[in-house]
Every structure is written in C-alpha cells, then in structure tokens.
C-alpha cells in the first residue's frame, strides 16, 4: 500500500517568516494530495489539495507543489501568524481507492 | 446541519471491557471511516464503509469491529479492550462519486483510555 512520511515532526518559526513541510510517497500510481490542518484539541480539516495534473496550487497565504517525477509534495505557508500554530497532515491516494494514506503529522508553532 | 457527530467523546475503561463508539452523520454521505489518532504516528485507519451494509479493513484493524446497518451511522466496537487501544478516535465522512479526491469531514474526537 501507499506509504507517506512526513518531515519535519516539529517547526518553530518566527511570526511573518515562512513554513514549509515536505512529504513523499511511495506509490507512484497516487494521483491527489490534500492536506489537513488540525488546531489543539479539534478537529482534522482540510486546507488545500492537488491533484497530480498540476504542479502548484495556491490559496491565499498557503501553497501546495508537487513533483511527481521525485515523488514528493510540499505545503509553503508564508507570512505565518500566531493561529497558523497546528499540526498539519499530508495525504495521499490514488484513482479507485476509497481511502487517504496520511503522513505522520507536522506540529508547527508560530512565534510572537 | 450537524455534520459528523461522535459519542461519547471520553471514556475510560478497564482492560478486558467492551464498549462502542457511535459515529453519525447527516450529509448522506457514502463513505465513512474510523482513524485512531497516537502521538508522532498520524491518522491511521481502523475500518471503512464504502455504503450501507458494508465495511473493509484498514491499516490497524486488530481488536476492533464495525458495523454500518444504516447509511448515516457507523459503528466501531471494542469486544476486550486492551491499554494499546488507549488513543483518540475520529470518525469521518465523505460524499461519493468524485472519484479520488473529496474532502474529509471529520467528527470532534473521542477519547478513550484503557486502564
């Protein structure tokens, strides 16, 4: 099955610099990579996806790239504020599978 | 519109105990999945239901069963709880036919502890 690993587990940023996760999967076959967010004690939800057709998607203040050739995707926050602190999952899956393979998890805090 | 609701949200039990944990949901969505949340290890799925009457196994499907006798609702039960199984809970849903991709709704968590 598809593996996903995620790093870094922690990051610490100054409040205003820029985040950036990376993730890698193993099956070449996925072709979607969302991303959730999860603040302390909530819920799970998503804040951006990509589908393998395309390189780059942004929303606002964060970004999604993909390089299908190296197998890896990366999410860029920048200008990061005090509610960008969370843990944030990368995910993948491929065409006719039900189900999300998801990256261990990044906890990122954002410092005043 | 209550999304995905899941009770209890805590429990605490003792090892050998049995117990359920109920997820509903009122988006008419097809597919619904149980993770299991540990520290450092991410989301990883116990069971799915892909529709009414059917289930799959996950990634960590040791010790638990489920059940989806009614398309907004699905079931995950302990028969013998065991430490092991002491983590947070999410269920979550998702609509069918968009292939892949399709956000994730997640409920709020339940947390369980086994002594």
């Known amino acids: 099955g598809e593996n996903v690993e995620q790093h870094p587990s922690t990051l610490s940023v100054q409040e205003g610099d820029s985040a950036v996760i990376k993730c890698t999967y193993s099956?070449?076959?996925?072709?979607?990579f969302p991303w959730y967010k999860q603040e302390l004690g909530k819920r799970p939800q998503l804040i951006i996806d990509?589908?393998?057709?395309?390189g780059e998607k942004k929303d606002q203040r964060i970004a999604v790239t993909l390089n299908k050739t190296a197998k890896h995707f990366s999410l860029h926050i920048t200008e990061t504020q005090p509610e960008d602190s969370a843990v944030y999952f990368c995910?993948?899956?491929?065409?006719?599978?039900?189900?999300?393979?998801f990256g261990a998890g990044t906890t990122v805090t954002v410092r005043a | 519109n209550a999304g995905v609701t899941q009770t209890p949200k805590f429990r605490v039990l003792k090892t050998g105990q049995s117990m359920t944990l109920l997820c509903a949901q009122d988006?008419?969505?097809?597919?619904m999945y149980w993770y299991r949340q540990d520290p450092g290890m991410g989301l990883r799925l116990i069971h799915y239901?892909?529709?009414?009457?059917?289930?799959a196994k996950g990634e960590v499907p040791d010790g638990y069963n489920v059940s989806r006798l009614k398309k907004q609702n699905f079931l995950l039960g302990l028969e013998s709880a065991a430490p092991s199984q002491t983590s947070v809970y999410f269920c979550?849903?998702?609509?069918?036919?968009?292939?892949?991709?399709?956000?994730?709704?997640f409920g709020e968590g339940s947390r369980l502890t086994v002594l």
């Open positions: 099956d070449s076959a996925s072709n979607y």
């Open positions: 988006m008419n969505h097809e597919y």
């Open positions: 990509i589908r393998s057709n395309v």
């Open positions: 979550a849903s998702r609509v069918a036919g968009l292939g892949v991709t399709g956000e994730l709704f």
């Open positions: 995910a993948a899956s491929r065409e006719g599978d039900y189900k999300l393979s």
């Open positions: 239901s892909v529709g009414e009457g059917t289930t």
